[in-house]
């Protein structure tokens, strides 16, 4: 997918991408020198300033819930800016959309009495179904996490 951002002559009024998780597995990321990525550290914004040749990745909701946290997903946004336009490519990895049928839950080998497992087994169309029903900036995991007793 390919994003665009013209120039924005007002940016602290605006923002070009609102706070949100990338919900498939992970996002590979190609910034072109304007920049304006963030990611949210505790309660803090952070800028990943572009680097030239340089990809960044992102670990998506999909792959935290498979991990069993052991891997996380970070809330991310893009600033609009001032100078433009912006442009960059993002290479989503996800499931086939076909495969709606197949249960993805914590990899067996990383859960242990230890470490429960934190969310129940889904299927992509139950993850879809939720992540399209509360919208970008909406934790799509809280949705599927396991309660206490469940454990």
Known sequence: MCHYYPPCPQPNLA???????GN???????QDHIGGLQIRHGNNWVDIPPVARALVV????LMQLITNDKFKSVKHRVLAN???PRV?????????ALSFSKSYGPIKELVSEENPAIYREITIRDFNVQFHSKGIGTSTLQHFKLNQEDT
Request: no cysteine; glycine share 16%; aromatic share 10%.
């Open 88 to 96: 960059s490519v993002a290479g989503f990895f996800s499931t086939p």
């Open 82 to 84: 001032k100078e433009g």
């Open 15 to 21: 923002i070009g991408t609102s706070e949100h998780t």
């Open 58 to 61: 992102n670990i998506g909701d």
């Open 24 to 30: 498939g597995f992970i996002t590979v990321l190609l």
